[in-house]
């Protein structure tokens, strides 16, 4: 089974930056994304680590450690529109097919 | 745009009823996933289809079956609705390969009562 953990809920001040971290233990590792999924809209892909490394995309950036069972996300300078749930997923072998496993989601509430 | 499809936003229904939610996909994606929702238990996995006519159980198959019929359109159904199924449904689709996103539908809201 797979296990992933992120932390429920963070706050932060517009323009600041912020990191989300997500711990995983899994099999058969071969990925992990990022979503982004604002209140009762379809989550949307961020960003994607198979390579130990940064990620970098505009604002966001990812990273990961596939020794330490490791990754954050990185937003900089915060916009009140960042607000959301940022959902970690790790992908392993299942069958020959890769499934992505969810964390349960950080809430990130950006305020002025 | 890229776009999946799903028939209804919101749903209620009443227990015992047999329900059905269609999603469709026009990406000539070979995978396709059905997921639920809940506060603080994140999206779980129902079931998911490799291809036509091909099905896989995910973390939580209990008390749901799906149908894939064609390879734009993968339903869910709840062959007899309780109230634990109340919860919002997440369809999601990718290319065959594995190394690819995926997309997701808006979602459909199902109550149950």
């Known amino acids: 089974g797979q296990n992933i953990d992120q932390p429920t809920e963070m706050t932060a001040t517009e323009g600041a930056i912020v990191q989300i971290n997500c711990t995983y233990q899994t099999s058969g590792f071969n990925g992990l994304f990022w979503y982004q999924q604002h209140a009762g809209e379809a989550p949307t892909f961020l960003s994607y680590?198979?390579?130990?490394g940064l990620e970098e995309k505009g604002r966001f950036s990812s990273f990961l450690s596939r020794s330490k069972g490791y990754s954050y996300l990185l937003l900089k300078e915060l916009q009140m529109k960042d607000s959301a749930s940022y959902l970690c997923?790790?992908?392993?072998?299942?069958?020959?097919?890769?499934?992505?496993?969810f964390g349960r989601g950080t809430s990130l509430i950006v305020h002025p | 745009d890229v776009k999946v499809t799903q028939s209804s936003r919101y749903l209620v229904k009443r227990t015992g009823e047999k329900v059905f939610l269609e999603c469709v996909q026009d990406m000539d994606h070979e995978n396709m996933f059905w997921y639920r929702q809940d506060p603080g238990l994140g999206l779980r996995l129902i079931y998911f289809?490799?291809?036509?006519?091909?099905?896989e159980k995910g973390d939580i198959p209990e008390g749901y079956s799906v149908s894939r019929e064609k390879k734009e359109r993968f339903s869910l159904i709840l062959e007899s609705a309780s109230t634990n199924q109340t919860s919002m449904y997440l369809c999601?689709?990718?290319?065959?390969?594995?190394?690819?996103?995926?997309?997701f539908g808006s979602g459909t809201q199902l109550s149950v009562l």
């Open positions: 997923a790790v992908r392993s072998a299942s069958g020959g097919s890769y499934i992505p496993t």
């Open positions: 289809s490799y291809d036509v006519k091909m099905k």
């Open positions: 680590n198979v390579l130990d």
């Open positions: 999601a689709s990718r290319t065959g390969t594995g190394n690819e996103k995926l997309f």
